[in-house]
């Protein structure tokens, strides 16, 4: 085989994860599998898309080797292929954050709090929640929490939020997170609990950015 022959037949298999992930409807199927494996008709129900769409994209994603699935009883659950895919999402949405100033103004726009609570980096996060001067709240749905979560997180829904503010310490600080920055989640908890009365600030991070970061996952299932 020619040289060019090989060079075209490298880049043409590198392709195919370009090609499967131009699609914005895949990339947010990437980052809910991030949060843990997925029956198609939860992931229908995240996405606002009927089943016949949903299971479209999963068949291209699985055709690029970034997700795999399993069948049980009638139902099929997708998960990513390892958490590489994971750190490729992170490193893919990362990148255009700093490039497209199209997607900054949008996150300018509708993500970025008001008046939060003095930055803080992950260290300072992980040490702070464990001589319990702050409170770790994952708002993410339970079985995501399940499947892996930020050190010393508790579980507490958004759904749940409300009815459960009774269990958060008047006094100390809470840092909300959900599924990372596109998330909004943690952003109407973070009102609910200053509407409230508590110093809240949202945290950015999800399971993937912590974990791409080097940072640990607590229960995190393969």
Same mark, same amino acid.
């Given at each position: 085989?020619?040289?060019? @022959?090989?060079?075209?037949?490298?880049?043409?298999?590198?392709?195919?994860?370009?090609?499967? %992930?131009?699609?914005?409807? #895949?990339?947010?199927?990437?980052?809910?599998? $991030?949060?843990?494996?997925? +029956?198609? @008709?939860?992931? !229908?129900?995240?996405?606002?898309?009927? %089943?016949?769409?949903?299971?479209?994209?999963?068949?291209?994603?699985?055709?690029?080797?970034?997700? @795999?699935?399993?069948?049980?009883?009638?139902? !099929?659950?997708?998960?990513?292929?390892?958490?590489?895919?994971?750190?490729?999402? !992170?490193?893919?949405?990362?990148?255009?954050? +700093?490039?497209?100033?199209?997607?900054?103004?949008?996150?300018?726009?509708?993500?970025?709090?008001?008046?939060?609570?003095?930055?803080?980096?992950?260290?300072?996060?992980?040490?702070?929640?464990?001589?319990?001067?702050?409170? !770790?709240?994952? %708002?993410? /749905?339970?079985?995501?929490?399940?499947? =892996?979560?930020? /050190?010393?997180?508790?579980?507490?829904?958004?759904? @749940?939020?409300? &009815?459960?503010? =009774?269990?958060?310490?008047?006094?100390?600080?809470?840092?909300?997170?959900?599924?990372?920055?596109? $998330?909004?989640?943690? &952003?109407?908890?973070?009102?609910?609990?200053?509407?409230?009365?508590?110093?809240?600030? #949202?945290?950015?991070? =999800? %399971?993937?950015?912590?974990?791409?970061?080097?940072?640990?996952?607590?229960?995190?299932?393969?």
């Amino acid at each position: 085989m020619a040289h060019r @022959e090989i060079k075209d037949l490298l880049y043409e298999q590198v392709a195919r994860i370009g090609r499967a %992930v131009a699609s914005a409807k #895949r990339l947010e199927l990437l980052e809910l599998l $991030c949060q843990g494996e997925k +029956s198609v @008709e939860t992931l !229908v129900r995240d996405t606002d898309l009927d %089943v016949k769409l949903v299971s479209a994209h999963l068949k291209a994603l699985k055709a690029a080797c970034l997700v @795999e699935s399993r069948k049980q009883g009638k139902y !099929v659950y997708y998960r990513l292929a390892d958490d590489s895919v994971a750190a490729f999402w !992170v490193t893919l949405r990362t990148l255009a954050e +700093s490039r497209l100033l199209e997607l900054q103004k949008v996150v300018g726009q509708f993500l970025t709090e008001p008046a939060p609570l003095a930055a803080l980096n992950r260290k300072d996060i992980l040490g702070k929640a464990k001589l319990g001067e702050i409170v !770790v709240i994952d %708002v993410r /749905p339970a079985p995501e929490y399940r499947a =892996g979560h930020l /050190p010393l997180a508790r579980s507490m829904p958004l759904t @749940e939020l409300k &009815k459960r503010l =009774g269990e958060l310490p008047r006094k100390k600080a809470i840092v909300a997170y959900c599924r990372g920055p596109f $998330c909004m989640f943690a &952003k109407e908890a973070v009102a609910l609990l200053r509407q409230h009365g508590y110093r809240a600030t #949202r945290l950015d991070d =999800g %399971v993937a950015e912590w974990q791409t970061a080097g940072f640990p996952i607590e229960n995190r299932t393969k």
